[in-house]
């Protein structure tokens, strides 16, 4: 992550319609209250590195943090455990983020007291406690309190992780990929139960995923990460129907059928009602070529060597945002104003 040039602007958590700015390698990314924000890309593509570094899991290497529109020493200091409280991560996988040894009850209790949300009394804590995981459906509350990691599905793993997530009373959630490693068929209930989350808490969710898909089903705002920059960005719908940028029409051409995640769904709980474990196999997305190491990137257009499109041009010069219609955007030559109009020996000579 050293090659990251990071900079950071976080500001606004406390007001509701204000937008959160993110600055990665030169593109921002707008957090919203009450909005889903996706950030697709490959692995490697620098997507879980963003989500590391807004959770201060990782240290940023020069930046600024702003809490408020207040700076924020980070690391230390109030400013900087109140941005730690608001914004809370979620990981891929439920059973390595949660301590075999413990029940629900210690990882939930601990939780709570960490962010001073365990109340006074014994009575105060069971019903934060009820409370957290009735947010997550967990219900009756008390048949999963005194259960261990292991006497969970993943699914239900995954909600007590979400409740955990929850007992800080977090404004922001970051979701590095949290139902890529759950069975297809309980990947749509935990989606669901993050967008009712978003809706009655007003959260900012990023949602980090390789399923450009299922950022169409679940996000409201997606943002396409190649080689750890911003390539396209806006709503979910356009971006997922009318891509712009060359990499993000790769994507979609190679992604399963974007209602696929609903008819998996339906398909796997109609084979079995019951809910045991159903496997459906996964097609693998196929992409053209590999992403390239972010050691050493490919000069100009990161996406020259794969691009069907590429120019001259886009060997030697990074190519800047343009605005298209409907705040979408592309950082891509051929949306310059002169790009029709540039004659093969131009090209050449570039
Ligand atoms: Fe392709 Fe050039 Fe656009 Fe990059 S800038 S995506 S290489 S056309
Ligand atoms: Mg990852």
Redesign the pocket.
């Known amino acids: 992550s050293k090659h990251f040039a990071v900079r950071r602007t976080l500001r606004n958590f406390a007001d509701r319609n204000r937008p959160v700015v993110h600055a990665v390698d030169d593109v921002s990314l707008k957090l919203r209250r009450g909005s889903v924000t996706a950030v697709v890309g490959e692995s490697g593509s620098g997507k879980s590195t963003i989500a590391r570094l807004l959770a201060q899991l990782y240290p940023t290497t020069s930046g600024q943090l702003l809490l408020h529109g207040k700076p924020t020493k980070v690391g230390q200091g109030r400013a900087f455990r109140a941005y730690c409280r608001q914004v809370q991560l979620i990981f891929q996988d439920p059973f390595g983020s949660l301590n075999p040894t413990h029940t629900v009850r210690y990882h939930l209790t601990r939780a709570l007291r960490i962010h001073n949300r365990a109340g006074r009394t014994a009575k105060d804590l069971e019903q934060a406690l009820a409370q957290l995981l009735e947010r997550v459906h967990l219900t009756p509350p008390e048949r999963y309190l005194d259960s261990f990691p292991h006497e969970l599905s993943g699914g239900q793993r995954q909600r007590v992780a979400i409740a955990r997530a929850m007992a800080a009373d977090p404004s922001v959630l970051l979701a590095d990929e949290p139902v890529s490693m759950l069975d297809v068929s309980i990947r749509l209930g935990i989606l669901n139960l993050l967008r009712d989350l978003k809706e009655r808490l007003n959260l900012a969710i990023l949602y980090i995923t390789h399923d450009i898909a299922s950022a169409r089903y679940f996000a409201d705002e997606t943002l396409v990460m190649y080689a750890g920059r911003m390539?396209e960005g806006g709503d979910s719908e356009t971006v997922t129907q009318r891509p712009a940028?060359?990499?993000t029409q790769l994507l979609t051409s190679s992604a399963p059928d974007p209602d696929r995640i609903v008819a998996d769904h339906q398909a796997a709980t109609t084979v079995d009602p019951a809910g045991g474990e159903v496997v459906v196999e996964e097609e693998e997305s196929e992409t053209a070529g590999e992403p390239p190491s972010l050691i050493s990137p490919p000069s100009?257009?990161r996406?020259?060597p794969r691009?069907?499109?590429?120019?001259e041009?886009?060997r030697t010069q990074v190519?800047p945002r343009f605005d298209l219609a409907d705040g979408q955007w592309?950082?891509?030559?051929?949306y310059a104003e002169d790009a029709p109009a540039r004659s093969a020996p131009q090209e050449a000579s570039a």
């Open positions: 390539v940028h060359p990499y100009g257009c996406f020259h691009c069907p499109k590429a120019m041009r886009c190519p592309a950082a891509c030559w051929l």
